[in-house]
Nanobody
Framework: QVQLVESGGGLVQAGGSLRLSCAAS????????MAWFRQGPQFVAAVTWR????HYPDSDDGRFVISRDTAKNTVYLQMNSLKPEDTAVYYC??????????????????????WGQGTQVTVSS
């Protein structure tokens, strides 16, 4: 069982930036991909663990950047030029059972078996 703990959410003015972090911990687990969703669930970004390939929705406008630190089992989401419509609870997710090989379902919630508790991001206008 993997535990995911998010941090970095908060209140920011429009145009500002936030960096979310999500650390995975547990006993004897493998990670195949990690992702960020926001309430919906709406896909925000994903990264394959081994190759570091990043995935974003087709509507991506380049404001959000996902990255990972495999040594720390941590995934990050750098959010820039934030807008009020970005206000949401952001969830970290991990695929530890190989549901997302070759990128399959990597942008879908059912591609992930482990989820964090969520972190609130509020963008004021």
């Amino acid at each position: 069982q993997v535990q995911l703990v998010e941090s970095g959410g908060g209140l920011v003015q429009a145009g500002g930036s936030l960096r979310l972090s999500c650390a995975a911990s547990g006993r004897s687990f493998n990670i195949y991909a990690m992702a960020w969703f926001r309430q919906g669930p709406q896909f925000v970004a994903a990264v394959t663990w081994r190759g570091g390939q990043t995935h974003y929705p087709d509507s991506d406008d380049g404001r959000f950047v996902i990255s990972r630190d495999t040594a720390k089992n941590t995934v990050y989401l750098q959010m820039n030029s934030l807008k009020p419509e970005d206000t949401a609870v952001y969830y970290c997710a991990a695929d530890t059972v190989k549901r997302t090989p070759y990128g399959d379902r990597i942008n879908e919630a059912d591609g992930y078996d482990s989820w964090g508790q969520g972190t609130q991001v509020t963008v004021s206008s």
